[in-house]
């Protein structure tokens, strides 16, 4: 084996191979935490469709979000009931309403969802146990994790068993709880029959639902349903797939808001510190060794030798940085998921992605640093 | 013996314009295999100059320096770095590399002849040997002292068996005996390897290794016949 000069010249110092690891992997934590947090914001967006249990989802193709559905007659998905491979279809209604706190007053907007007491789709614990209950006109069911701004329903529920408020205008009386939780665009989240929710949005069209949830037969390939049904239905509906439902949901705010554009950011400021990190540590590397350079040059060494070094150096320092950078960022991932409750997850994905930007950011670092090589003349050395 | 350096009416000048400063004047010098030559001259004298210029290290401008029958004058830098491969270089400073031990730092000067490296390892451990380190071999700089730095610097001169071996006052930084035992080290091995040395010295004590002295003073080159004239002077 050739001498690995890179490798020698970076363990030689301790000291600084040390700082530089600190400093690279600080830069790697700075990027993982921007990412985590952006993947968790948009995690968080679509923790109700990682709840509803279905294969191919009807929706109309003006709506843009949860927040922003557009509605579209529930004969499509009755339509689509005939499809081979269709084992059972649900409506599933959502509109905001303007939800009364019972103690302050205060009206707040919350997210209804409308469904069939009898369908069985939605995988939200305590709503199995509590459903049945909806069937009677004007009971809601609530989410415990919706924010404390609607009121204290779950401990009033827990002492008098009923709670009574309003929304929009509609008396409505709370006989149940369920868990799912605040998203970006919903605080709060109610369920109740088609009938409540009929009753509570009066000026909405009995037949028009949000979203028509499919559920596909076992034996049937996915694939070949949704084409079957693209071509049975007609254009004024949109057919996904559940990754697809999933990702309209995730693209809306990755692309419609400034979210991703602020924790890109974020990660980008990881970057540039982690550039000039690395930055400082191999151009004082250079330039301690420039007379050793020098004499390497006189030897016989050109110059793509020593670009190779100090690029080697570079490659060496990004994957020595990034591994405690990657295991710090494991254990506060883990961290800040028990404390925020956002659904923080390390995944293959991101780790490549901070380990190609770590790989780049060290590349691009001793980019500005072999122009110091130039510096080493064998003419100076006598 | 055949000539490795045939230097003729080399001028050489820094500067440009109305600056410019001629620093070298037609000189004319010719090393054969096997020579030790020794090179005096007050400092300023253009010495330096003539070293890098022979050693490849810096760009040759008028007349005519042939270094192992190649021609110098107006040669490409790829040329140079190749010609530099077949000259050991001794410099006043020891200038090992720090992160390397005594037989990486030969080695180094080892690998850039078409040797398997376990080859290039075990001649550089011969030739650390060879200069009385065979204790010392994997040593770094920092743990040896200055004349067996000067000794590890020599061994990786010497390593690639040059044609030519530059040295730039070898013994400025050595007491006496160091600077007298690498002194004679360099003869030795310049003798048994068949390679034309040319040493840049101060020191008087030393000239008796050599097989010619020549004096550079203002850029110009004289030539004393005998080294036995000059150490009885």
Known sequence: MKIPLAWLQLTHERMRLLIAMAGIGFANLLMFMQFGFRDALF??????????????????????????????????????????????????????????????????????????????????????????????????????????????????????????????????????????????????????????????????????????????????????????????????????????????????????????????????????????????????????????????????????????VVFQQAIILALIGYAPGFGISSLLYVLTAQGTSLPMAMTASKALTVLFLTVVMCMGSGAIAVRKLSAADPADIF | MSAIVAIHDLNHYYGSGELRKQILFDITLT??????????????????????????LRSCQTGSLQVLGQELVNAPKAKLVNIRRNIGYIFQGHNLLHSLTARQNVQMSAELQPLRSAVAKQRSEQMLTAVGLADHIDYYPAQMSGGQKQRVAIARALVSHPKMILADEPTAALDSKSGRAVVELIQQLSKEQGCASLIVTHDNRILDVADRLVHLEDGRLTEINTSATLVSS
């Open chain 1, 43 to 308: 995690e968080s967006a679509v923790v109700l469709h990682r709840r509803i249990q279905g294969d191919v989802f009807l929706l109309s193709p003006e709506s843009t979000a949860l927040i922003a559905m557009d509605s579209f007659s529930n004969r499509r998905l009755y339509q689509s009931a005939g499809v081979a491979g269709v084992e059972a279809i649900y409506p599933l209604y959502i509109d905001f309403a303007l939800w009364k706190n019972p103690e302050t007053k205060a009206t707040r907007g919350i997210m209804v969802l409308g469904i069939n007491p009898m369908d069985d789709f939605l995988d939200l614990p305590g709503l199995a146990d509590a459903k049945h209950q909806i069937q009677r006109e004007d009971a809601v069911l609530f989410d415990r994790l919706s924010r404390p701004e609607f009121g204290p329903i779950p401990d009033l529920f827990a002492t008098t068993e009923t709670v009574t408020t309003e929304a929009n205008d509609k008396r409505l009386t709370v006989v149940g709880l369920f868990d799912l939780g605040a998203s970006f665009g919903a605080d709060g989240n109610v369920i109740a029959s088609e009938t409540t929710f009929l009753n509570i949005f009066t000026n909405r069209d009995a037949g028009q639902i949000e979203i028509g949830v499919i559920e596909l037969a076992e034996t049937a390939n996915p694939e070949a349903v949704i084409r079957r049904l693209k071509q049975h239905l007609p254009e004024d509906v949109l057919v996904l797939s559940r990754e697809e439902f999933i990702a309209f949901e995730k693209d809306y705010w990755e692309t419609g808001t400034a979210i991703g554009f602020i924790f890109t950011l974020g990660a980008g400021m990881g970057f540039i510190v982690g550039v000039v990190i690395v930055y400082q540590i191999l151009y004082s590397d250079v330039a301690d060794h420039l007379p050793e350079y020098a004499t390497l040059k006189a030897m016989g060494y050109g110059d793509r030798y020593l670009l190779t």
């Open chain 2, 31 to 56: 090393l054969n295999a096997g020579e030790v030559v020794l090179l005096k001259g007050p400092s300023g004298s253009g010495k330096t100059t003539l070293l890098t210029l022979m050693g490849a």
